[in-house]
């Protein structure tokens, strides 16, 4: 089995910095990808930034410019650093992670960010 943790959320204001963490545990082998995905309340989840081995970094164009996604092989881990934070930017972040072979997804419990004066 496979499992994600998820760390880092809270509240903070507008302008502000949070640094996410996601730490990938079991049977791990054969990482395809590594992403961010969040949902805010009434909407669908969306992708945010993603690593993905053959083609490197993705970002949603809400976040280009403000999120940078990084990953620690050795660690299993991935981060989500975001900057210059908007009310916009609040939801559930949930990690996602792709690894096996065949690729099997796999998701973390998520983690609140909620960007509020």
């Known amino acids: 089995q496979v499992q994600l943790v998820e760390s880092g959320g809270g509240l903070v204001q507008p302008g502000g910095s949070l640094r996410l963490s996601c730490a990938a545990s079991?049977?791990?082998?054969?990482?395809?990808?590594m992403g961010w995905y969040r949902q805010a309340p009434g909407k669908q989840r969306e992708l945010v930034a993603s690593?993905?081995?053959?083609?490197?970094?993705n970002y949603a164009d809400s976040v280009k410019g403000r999120f940078t996604i990084s990953r620690d092989n050795a660690k299993n881990t991935v981060y989500l650093q975001m900057n210059g934070l908007k009310p916009e930017d609040t939801a559930v972040y949930y990690c996602n992670m792709g690894s096996g072979i065949p690729t099997r997804f796999y998701w973390g419990q998520g983690t609140q960010v909620t960007v509020s004066s």
């Open positions: 079991g049977n791990i082998f054969n990482i395809y990808a």
């Open positions: 690593i993905i081995s053959a083609a490197g970094t």
